[in-house]
């Protein structure tokens, strides 16, 4: 007899309670990992139970594929790192269902096996970030591995944004980023660079010999992580989401569209860089630990673009008196919605990921001038932030990204420090 909704409710919630509990007694699993598994099962329970009748104790490999596919579709996941603790989480769970008898052996290995290929799941997360916008792909088709494999071999050209081009392209003719960057895929062809397990990231010893030839290094004082390194997370996102470089048998290599892009003229090179930031990007790649806010500070980064751009031209503020003009878009849904509506004027207090990494990537760009608290020390927060002014270029730039053009000199309301 099938149960109701309420039953099957009850009835998951009953099993992820047993599961805690065997973590608990049987493996004396800490509390905060006990509490990370939990709430990963009630996010995949919540998120696929609503297409199937299935409870956890009869998983299947279909329902952890359709999860992950979903996720990634409505973005409940949004970094590889969210990915990877759910898997872990999943497998956990799977090797739990083996060792209580729920699942047959036979089954369950095969399952656990799936569950330790994570580069099938990386080359899915992958696959999705360079398709993201394509949004008129359907459901049937965003879950068709062979439909998406022949997509993305069409993804071979680099699309360079006319409105921003036509801007720039008479404006600039140099800029340290895009020299860095040069630097960046330069070394990644002339080295063996070996991925990192777990996040197939540039290792540490790598890193440390890019940081030495760049010239827009901020740093933390410490060894860092790639993920730590906004500037170098910066160029390997880029570089990953348009297909510059890949991975391959653990070694990060040229892809196809290495050559491509040293084909391309400076202006254009700056072009595709803005545009990939503003439009392409998915911000929450740029942190280890994205809070859900990230999302809304994407959806929402027009205001912050006609922010910058309302400033006076070459003219310093400070950063923490700046206002955004935030509206929820239709009804309020989330309480972090009622957060923006409510405090215009802490808004940029609660972006962290504008704060802390785009508008550092505006100041290599040459689009506004930035003047930090702590000299050459890097804040993850964004908090270091003293003082900024919007140069020319930044203007017109900005005013293109904010979704409007500015017919004369801008006015701002923000009082000015000189």
Do not use: C
Not at 66 to 79: A, D, V
Not at 261 to 274: A, V, W
Not at 381 to 394: P, R, S
């Amino acid at each position: 007899m099938t149960k109701s909704k309420k039953e099957r409710e009850e009835q998951v919630s009953y099993e992820i309670s047993r599961f805690i509990e065997f973590l608990f007694f049987e493996t004396h699993t800490s509390e905060k990992t006990r509490n990370r598994y939990r709430d990963n099962l009630i996010l995949f329970a919540n998120t696929i139970m609503g297409y199937t009748d299935t409870t956890m104790y009869t998983l299947t490999k279909a329902n952890i594929k359709n999860f992950i596919e979903l996720s990634l579709i409505e973005s409940i996941i949004t970094s590889k790192q969210q990915l990877n603790s759910m898997l872990t989480t999943l497998r956990k769970f799977v090797h739990y269902l083996g060792y209580e008898g729920i699942m047959e052996y036979q089954e369950n290995k095969k399952l656990l096996t799936w569950l330790d290929d994570r580069d099938y799941f990386r080359k899915k997360y992958d696959t999705f970030k360079s398709m993201k916008f394509k949004d008129e792909l359907t459901i049937e088709q965003w879950l068709n591995d062979e439909f998406l494999d022949k997509e993305k071999t069409k993804i071979t050209n680099l699309d360079i944004n006319k409105n921003i081009h036509n801007i720039i392209k008479d404006q600039i003719s140099n800029n340290p980023l895009i020299e860095d960057y040069d630097k960046y895929i330069n070394y990644i062809e002339n080295n063996n660079i070996k991925a990192t397990e777990t996040n197939k990231h540039i290792s540490r010893t790598h890193l440390k010999e890019l940081n030495s030839i760049m010239r827009n290094i901020r740093d933390n004082g410490k060894t860092q992580n790639q993920i730590d390194n906004p500037y170098l997370q910066l160029f390997y996102q880029f570089s990953i989401d348009n297909n510059i470089i890949t991975i391959k048998e653990e070694y990060i290599i040229e892809s196809k569209n290495f050559n491509n892009y040293k084909q391309l003229s400076f202006s254009e090179k700056y072009t595709l860089f803005i545009d990939h930031i503003w439009n392409k990007l998915n911000w929450a790649d740029l942190l280890k630990k994205p809070p859900i806010i990230i999302k809304f500070e994407q959806e929402n980064r027009k205001a912050y673009a006609e922010m910058l751009s309302n400033l006076a031209i070459d003219k310093w503020y400070e950063f923490d008196k700046l206002k955004i003009n935030y509206e929820p878009k239709g009804k309020i849904k989330d309480p972090l919605d009622i957060i923006y509506s409510l405090g215009k004027v802490g808004a940029m207090d609660l972006s962290i990921a504008f704060n802390s990494r785009i508008i550092r990537y505006f100041d290599f760009l040459g689009l506004v001038d930035v003047k930090y608290n702590s000299g050459n020390r890097y804040d993850k927060t964004g908090k270091d932030i003293k003082i900024i002014k919007l140069t020319k270029l930044g203007y017109k730039v900005l005013s293109i990204l904010s979704g409007k053009t500015h017919k004369k000199e801008p006015q701002t309301k923000v009082i000015s420090l000189f």
